[in-house]
């Protein structure tokens, strides 16, 4: 794969969560790219084949219309 097969169109929205809304603790997905910063609190996400545990200052790069959940703490 080449950067010219790559298609790199993301949505940026800054929102700050304690807790996540239902529909996002459920698998979904998104036709543009997430890009996840945590900045307080804890966040646990699941993606196929895919887990992660993020903590303040770490961050996750999900890709479009890739199917995910999480949980916020």
């Keep these: 794969m080449s950067f010219v097969d790559l298609d790199h169109t993301a949505l940026v929205v ?3 969560l304690t ?3 239902e529909a996002e ?13 945590v ?6 996400g699941n ?3 895919q887990r992660w545990l993020l903590k ?3 961050a996750v790069w999900i890709p479009p219309q890739t ?3 999480g949980e916020a703490y």
Aim: charged share 20%; proline share 9%.
């Design 14 to 16: 800054e929102r700050q």
């Design 19 to 21: 807790k996540l809304p």
């Design 25 to 37: 603790r459920h698998a979904h997905q998104h036709p543009f790219g997430q890009f996840v910063l």
């Design 39 to 44: 900045k307080n609190g804890v966040l646990h």
């Design 47 to 49: 993606a196929i084949e």
């Design 56 to 58: 303040p200052g770490m």
């Design 67 to 69: 199917l995910h959940s």
